[in-house]
């Protein structure tokens, strides 16, 4: 089995929206992939069925068995990392072989603050579900691809 | 709790995988060949047919089979286009894996199955009848079942007494599904939120 890494510039996991971002992709794998993508998605994590979405795909053709490379992209204006009790929405940046199983996701924060946003003791149930409605309107006026896992 | 720090979070506890009482995968597999890829799993709501069928379908693509995938539920009925998008697809051959089999009605069911045999050759399905193909596996749970799962899922945190699981599997009549969310819930409304 193969090892992937993601490393962001001075190990930083938090940013504010729109910021730019840029790390170092890794890779020392048995087989020689076709392409590896970096992908830049949220996902939400919660009572309900799981949903996610894609925001950008950085492709990297015919990258040998071994390697690495220099990336950089542009976080989206939101939505905002967030966690309430009934969902939260994680962002991931995700290293895999465009046509395999060998993966690798690392966690980031998306906000003004740098914070994940907390909601948990400050709403009801019913004004969290009306955000969740909110957030799901504002994610459908984007194109963003589906995305399984 | 934070929703993603919840240990019966919908993505945990689809991420389960199907505990076999009785035939293995391999069994189950050899089975559906022995039924000429024609079989049904069937089950109550909540009591894994979806997570097994799941579990065979990785099977089938290892032994090299392609499947075409349908899911229907309340929800979302098997529309027309689906219906063709799926026919034009077909090949001899392929295995066609329907979960839901039960919420098409009698005319439907009759013309899918009729399609499907005669442009595919198999045909995986799930039902709570046992009257649409030939049975692979009745899936059932059990307090024990609910127990070892909700234990498995919870670890790290503290556990609900068994007299609280028994209590939390006969008000939901055994649908494990059901069971889970009444878990989230509880679990929920456990911790004061601390904004990191």
């Known amino acids: ?35 590896l993508e970096l992908s830049l998605f949220w996902q939400t994590e919660g009572k309900g069925t799981k949903d996610s979405g894609i925001a950008e795909t950085i492709r990297f053709d015919n990258p040998g068995s071994v390697g690495s490379r220099i990336f950089s992209l542009r976080l989206p204006s939101g939505p905002y990392s967030f966690s309430g009790k009934l969902i939260s929405i994680i962002w991931n940046l995700e290293l895999a072989e465009a046509k395999g199983k060998d993966a690798i996701q690392k966690s980031i924060i998306i906000s003004p603050t740098e914070k994940e946003i907390v909601c948990t003791d400050l709403i009801s149930d019913s004004e969290e579900e009306g955000h969740k409605n909110s957030f799901l309107k504002f994610t459908g006026k984007f194109k963003f691809s589906s995305h399984r896992f | 709790m934070k929703a993603r720090d919840n240990p019966f979070s919908a993505g945990r506890t689809e991420s389960l995988s199907y505990r076999h009482n009785g035939m293995s995968k391999n069994g189950l597999l050899l089975k559906f060949r022995q039924l000429d890829y024609k079989a049904a799993i069937i089950g109550p709501k909540g009591s894994g047919k979806t997570t097994l069928l799941e579990e065979l379908k990785r099977g089938l693509e290892d032994n090299g089979f392609i499947i075409h995938c349908v899911f229907v539920n309340d929800e979302k009925p098997l529309s027309k286009d689906a219906r063709k998008n799926l026919f034009a697809r077909l090949k001899k051959g392929d295995i066609v894996i329907l979960d839901g089999a039960d919420l098409l009605s009698k005319q439907e069911w009759r013309r899918f199955k009729s ?27 059990s307090p024990e079942l609910f127990s070892e799962l909700a234990s498995h899922l919870a670890v790290g945190e503290s556990h609900p007494s068994e007299e609280l699981l028994n209590k939390i599997y006969a008000e939901h009549k055994g649908n494990i599904r059901n069971c889970f969310r009444h878990l989230y819930d509880m679990y929920a409304d456990k911790q004061p939120a601390v904004n990191k």
């Open chain 1, 1 to 35: 089995m193969g090892s992937l890494d993601i490393k962001l510039s001075d190990n930083r996991t938090a940013f504010k929206p729109c910021e730019k971002i840029s790390g170092r992709a890794e890779w020392q794998l048995e087989n020689n992939p076709e392409a």
């Open chain 2, 115 to 141: 399609k499907i045999v005669k442009c595919a050759g198999g045909l995986l399905i799930t039902s709570h009848r046992q009257d649409l193909l030939a049975t692979l596996i009745e899936c059932s749970t």
